[in-house]
């Protein structure tokens, strides 16, 4: 059955892209590379022969002018998708986003529109290293003006890189460069997903993980572990950081008590920081723990596979906290934790766990 | 060949009509700043008004343009409407931009006045990706993107450039040099060398003209119009010109040792307005009575305007939190 097939999510990418595009002959595609062999990681490959090739704009090494280059074509009636090998590309063209892309449409009271999405992959991997291995998704997500996404699952990103080809504002997708591997049941053919809010991926009643793209899925390891251990834990997939709409996790830690978030960037001033904050001052007597937040210490991202032992957040670190935020017995949850650590065996810490392959 | 016909009675007529009108505005907006209740900052384009007037004398509202944070003359002289404009200006509800953007972002659809951007470059690219738009629908519009010295140094101008060259777009890449960057001269930002160098070295076609000479003006731009529409490509267009009065606000600072008095008199000496009158005049175009006729039209129309202006309520708060998504 077709519905059923197993696809990456960078395929899904590219099918998510080429349904959206099939459909509106206004989408075009800007890269550095968009028509090479690599083609955005397979992402953008193959687009062209279907809806034709000059819909298919090679992008000089020009992040910042390419970026207002799109918005005006936007500005015109075009919906431009332009793709990043990697976040730090984007800094170059900050100005454009959080200015123009970002305002346009405000200031405008609403007679322009800029319809484009930047994909901006994110995330960790064979030493990649300070410039090359950022999640700086907290810098796009401050600027009101824009929405931001960020997809775990497969047939979810499908559907989501539908609605924000679709959307009439500029959307930024964040995809973590491990996710691109991560295989699910994708449905064939055209669909949209809403770019609304939170998921819950797995229900629970002890304690509330909110997490985002590649911790979503070290989340659920740690629910399936913390399981055993007689924790019910509710894992939220927060997969749009703007507009954050918090309803189902302000709903589910009401019911839980308790909070942990755990994303991919920085833990100051991160993500993590943003949902506490706001879930503590909505949920305070609500609260069984103070609410805990796991993210990446205050330093720059080293390359070596030395320097990087430790420092990304993992689900034995998940559920260390959890063990510790609900005073489990120490000996029970270091027994849990050898589990976990024999479950991962030998594999080096800088590729993707292929645990995480799924199909999910 | 149209770029170099002169202009017919009417737009010549239109275009003195014109660039007397924003000087005009220009100079009410000074005289009334002291009242404070145009509270955002002015950037007048009072002295460099032929640049603006004559490239859109060759423009249709189906072409567009797009300014900085020195808007006034690009807005007007675009087809911008008198009345939101000066609303904006004073905050009002009936801005052009509700109030939302001030001075520095006068905006008129409508007219082909795409937007006005405050930071050096920014709307550079946003022409060439209108030129993009209307070069893969088949539309035969030209962009214009209206810019200062300043804003060849910035990399967005040469990102911009090649861009537009390699893909040979519809754009006018109008460069108004008027010597200074605030009050930073020229010589102490750029080598000596020719402005157009730099766009020549992008593989474009150039022309340098003097900004304050309306027909010059109309000559250069009804050219790379021309040359735009035809698939030819790009333009640069560098317009020397001169700011009469203080970088941002309503006030001659000539008295404070960045520019001399002397030069800003010989500037003032090539008035790009009673340079053109006198054209007019010598041809038989314009009678001295119709003249005055015309600026008593036009005081007439900006007393109305800044009365619109200054009655407009003020926008409602909640108002701000509106239309931040489409």
Same mark, same amino acid.
């Given at each position: ?94 100005? =454009? ?36 291995? =950022? ?15 960020? +997809? ?26 491990? %996710? ?33 793209? @590649? ?69 305070? !007597? ?5 609410? =805990? ?19 990304? /957040? ?13 005073? $489990? ?18 594999? +080096?810490? &800088? ?10 | ?46 002295? =460099? ?6 490239? %859109? ?23 911008? /409407? ?13 801005? %052009? ?20 951007? +405050? ?90 003209? &003097?900004?304050? &000479? ?22 640069? $267009?560098?317009? &020397? ?38 054209? $007019? ?13 015309? !600026? ?22 909640? !108002?701000?939190?509106?239309?931040? @998504?489409?």
């Amino acid at each position: 059955m077709t519905a059923l097939r197993t696809i990456s999510m960078a395929d899904a990418i590219r099918e998510g892209l080429t349904e959206a595009a099939k459909r509106d002959p206004s989408v075009i595609f800007f890269a550095e590379g968009v028509a090479d062999p690599a083609a955005v990681y397979g992402t953008l490959k193959g687009i062209g022969s279907v809806i034709g090739h000059e819909r298919m704009i090679e992008m000089p090494v020009a992040e910042a002018g390419l970026c207002g280059v799109a918005i005006g074509a936007a500005l015109s009636g075009k919906r431009p998708v332009i793709s990043f090998h990697r976040v730090e590309f984007a800094l170059l063209a900050m100005e =454009q986003i959080v200015n123009n892309a970002a305002k346009t449409t405000y200031i405008s009271g609403g007679r322009h529109r800029v319809p484009i999405v930047l994909r901006l992959v994110v995330g960790r991997g064979w030493g990649q290293g300070p410039e090359h291995s =950022q999640s700086l998704e907290t810098m796009f997500s401050y600027f009101p003006g824009l929405k931001v996404v960020m +997809p775990t699952y497969p047939a979810d990103t499908k559907g989501m890189v539908v609605a924000a080809v679709e959307d009439d504002n500029p959307v930024i997708l964040i995809e973590h460069r491990w %996710c691109h591997y991560v295989q699910g049941h994708v449905p064939e053919g055209y669909y949209r997903e809403a770019i609304d809010g939170p998921r819950t991926i797995r229900q629970g009643k002890d304690i509330t993980i909110v997490a985002t793209s @590649y911790m979503v899925l070290e989340a659920m390891r740690a629910a399936t572990a913390l399981a055993e251990l007689g924790v019910d834990a509710e894992v939220i997939d927060l997969r749009v950081l703007r507009p954050m709409a918090l309803a189902p996790v302000l709903a589910s830690v009401r019911r839980t008590g308790r909070l942990l978030t755990v994303d991919t960037g920085f833990k100051t001033l991160g993500i993590g920081a943003e949902v506490v904050a706001e879930t503590t001052a909505r949920c305070f !007597a609500a609260l069984k723990a103070a609410p =805990q937040r796991i993210g990446l210490p205050d330093h720059p991202l080293p390359s070596s596979r030395g320097l990087i032992r430790g420092l990304y /957040p993992d689900s034995i670190r998940i559920m260390r906290t959890i063990s510790e935020m609900l005073k $489990l017995p120490a000996e029970r949850e270091a027994q849990a934790e050898a589990e976990l650590a024999a479950q991962r065996g030998n594999l +080096p810490i &800088d590729v993707p766990d292929p645990f995480f392959k799924g199909p999910f | 060949m149209e770029a170099n016909r002169p202009l017919s009675r009417d737009r010549a007529l239109k275009a003195y009509r014109d660039m007397l009108r924003i000087r005009m505005v220009e100079e009410a907006i000074a005289e009334h700043y002291s009242e404070q209740e145009m509270r955002c900052p002015v950037h007048l384009s009072v002295g =460099q008004e032929a640049a603006a007037v004559g490239v %859109c004398l060759a423009l249709t509202d189906a072409d567009r343009a797009y300014s900085t944070h020195r808007c006034h003359s690009h807005y007007l002289a675009k087809g911008g /409407p008198l009345k939101p404009m000066l609303a904006e200006i004073y905050g009002k509800v009936d801005g %052009c931009l509700g109030g939302r953007g001030g001075s520095m972002h006068l905006t008129s659809p409508e007219h082909g006045m795409m937007l006005s951007v +405050p930071i050096v470059g920014s709307s550079i690219p946003l022409a060439v990706g209108s030129a993009l738009a209307d070069t893969l629908d088949g539309r035969d519009s030209v962009s214009v993107a209206f810019f200062g010295d300043a804003a060849v140094e910035e990399g967005i101008w040469h990102e911009s450039a090649n861009f537009a060259s390699l893909r040979k777009l519809p754009v006018l890449f109008v460069c108004e040099n008027n010597l200074y960057s605030v009050y930073t001269p020229l010589a102490e930002r750029q080598p000596n060398r020719p402005l157009t160098q730099l766009a020549e070295s992008h593989g474009m076609a150039t022309a340098h003209a &003097d900004g304050n &000479d309306l027909d010059a003006v109309v000559s250069v731009s009804s050219e790379a119009v021309a040359r735009a529409r035809r698939g030819d490509g790009p333009s640069f $267009l560098l317009l &020397d010109t001169y700011r009469w009065r203080e970088h941002c606000g309503p006030n001659y600072d000539n008295n404070i040792g960045y520019r001399t008095p002397e030069e800003f008199e010989s500037w003032r000496a090539l008035d790009p307005i009673p340079r053109y009158r006198r054209a $007019l005049e010598s041809s038989g175009a314009l009678r001295a009575q119709a003249a005055e006729r015309m !600026a008593s039209e036009i005081a007439a129309e900006i007393a109305e305007a800044f009365a619109f202006a200054k009655a407009s309520p003020l926008p409602d708060p909640s !108002a701000a939190a509106t239309t931040i @998504y489409a």
